[in-house]
């Protein structure tokens, strides 16, 4: 992280420690997805993510493992992107968070 202080860079340093959720599984899920696709989705899937990383860790658990769906569509399209990411990446880098 730089020491950027404009709302944008101040906005992603706050959405990476919510992302680092202290479980491994979400970790390697939610930072390479944060660090390679955010930028690049709309603004609406940029705001379904900050409203999925304000749930409880055991919902993103269920949800991340193909165990459930969430209820909400866009939490569910939040979902599925962030799945096919970890699916379709080799995300080997991030294996020592």
Do not use: C
Request: charged share 30%; aromatic share 10%; hydrophobic share 40%.
């Amino acid at each position: 992280m730089n020491d950027d202080n404009s709302p944008a860079a101040i906005l992603r340093k706050r959405l990476y420690w919510h992302s680092r959720r202290g479980m491994w599984e979400l970790d390697l899920l939610l930072i390479p997805f944060l660090e390679q696709r955010f930028d690049h989705i709309s603004e609406e899937d940029q705001l379904a993510y900050q409203q999925l990383i304000e749930g409880e860790d055991q919902d993103l658990f269920v949800w991340l493992m193909h165990r459930e769906w969430p209820e909400e569509p866009s939490q569910r399209r939040i979902v599925q992107m962030i799945v096919e990411h970890a699916e379709n990446t080799d995300n080997s880098a991030y294996r020592t968070l």
